[in-house]
């Protein structure tokens, strides 16, 4: 990766070398992306004919002020939101062409979610919270993997309590575990530390980094807070529904830097 601010490397005649074969491979893909709640004088653009591509194998983190389109944008690429127009794709799939059952079916196969509220079952177990996707589909866990997550995420001694007889982090890295067991493609985060204090927050983070750089897998979360942020290889920018910026390898000074020139 160029450094920031870098130019490109040129050819000996001083024209841009190719780097196109360097390019990722994109996991997911935004393509004209428009989003608009309401109609007529009431309506709202949420997301502004967006092209973004997220890299497989990299840790993306999705930044702006309230209302920038943020959450929007992750939960369209999801399928958790339906787009008004334009491609939202996972890997060669694209959305908007699957019915309700295919879209359940990729959400429940292929992806991974962690939210801020953690989203588990009261009444199950960390274990059964973890495996219940598994569960649900019909699919047997690959248990050696399933002791290898919990164990990883300091899980194995709780497996047996109920969300209510655990902490926050310890509530979101069971959150963690569930995404991480079946091996989805993608692992979407919406404010995933939003509820934790910096020490939990911390952990679920470098669970994440951990899952990118050791497991190769894709991970895409939406977040307001820039230490969070700079966990991640790169840091794509929202303002007004439109992408206006983004950082690679980015510290946590220059993520504060742009933010603070996004929120003027």
């Known amino acids: 990766m160029t450094e920031h601010g870098s130019t490109p490397p040129a050819e000996p005649d001083g024209t841009p070398a190719d780097t196109t074969t360097a390019t990722p491979e994109a996991a997911a893909r935004a393509i004209d992306l428009y989003k608009q709640y309401g109609e007529g004088e009431t309506s709202v653009t949420a997301l502004d004919h967006i092209n973004v591509s997220f890299a497989r194998n990299q840790f993306t983190a999705i930044m702006g002020p309230s209302g920038s389109g943020k959450s929007t944008l992750m939960h369209c690429m999801a399928g958790l939101d339906s787009a008004t127009s334009g491609s939202a794709l996972i890997g060669d799939t694209d959305l908007s062409t699957l019915r309700d059952k295919e879209m359940t079916a990729l959400r429940r196969d292929r992806l991974g979610f962690i939210f801020q509220s953690f989203n588990l079952v009261p009444t199950l177990t960390a274990a059964e919270n973890i495996t219940l996707p598994s569960d649900i589909a019909g699919r047997k866990v690959d248990q050696e993997w399933f002791e290898e997550i919990t164990t990883r995420l300091g899980l194995a001694e709780r497996l ?37 204090d910096s020490n939990s927050a911390a952990e679920v983070l470098s669970i994440l980094r951990t899952a990118v750089d050791k497991d190769h897998q894709t991970v895409v979360i939406v977040t307001h807070d820039a230490r969070a942020a700079s966990y991640a290889d790169r840091v794509v920018f929202l303002a007004d529904g439109q992408l206006v910026n983004e950082l690679v390898d980015p510290t946590m000074d220059e993520i504060v830097a742009v933010m603070t020139g996004v929120e003027r």
């Open 160 to 196: 047996t309590h109920r969300p209510a007889e655990l902490s926050g982090g310890q509530q979101q890295r069971v959150a963690c575990a569930r995404a991480l067991v079946s091996r989805p493609e993608i692992i979407f985060g919406d404010e995933p530390t939003g509820n934790l």
